[in-house]
């Protein structure tokens, strides 16, 4: 499985941007997607997930209202869109998959991708 982020850049405080996760290596419309997040010196944390369909999510408190994680399963690519972005939320952000077929919730991630910066400045 392969997973390959990209979108990240420089916004200011305030505004929007759009990572996405390009994924190959199995049937991604099986499978659940989620978006993680690591700050500099802190550790990675968790921000959103989304079930193999799209009907379910699931988002960290701190983004709830902020972000909306989408997939599109005929492009093999899941979606963050970030808006309202604060200095806070600047980090590499990771997409993510694993699990079984169909199940969501996902306790454990196996796959990871190498990851996008985004940068918020104040």
């Known amino acids: 499985v392969q997973l390959q982020a990209s979108g990240g850049g420089l916004v200011q405080a305030g505004g929007s941007l759009r990572v996405s996760c390009a994924a190959s290596?199995?049937?991604?419309?099986?499978?659940?997607m989620g978006w993680f997040r690591q700050a500099p010196g802190k550790e990675r944390e968790f921000v959103a997930a989304?079930?193999?369909?799209?009907?379910?999510?699931s988002y960290a408190d701190s983004v709830k209202g902020r972000f909306t994680i989408s997939r599109d399963n005929a492009k093999d690519t899941v979606y963050l869109q970030m808006n309202s972005l604060k200095p806070e939320d600047t980090a590499i952000y990771y997409c993510?998959?694993?699990?079984?077929?169909?199940?969501?919730?996902?306790?454990?991630?196996?796959?990871w991708g190498q990851g996008t910066l985004v940068t918020v400045s104040s």
């Open positions: 993510a998959t694993g699990g079984k077929r169909y199940a969501f919730p996902l306790d454990q991630y196996d796959y």
């Open positions: 989304i079930s193999w369909g799209g009907v379910s999510t």
């Open positions: 290596g199995r049937t991604f419309s099986m499978y659940t």
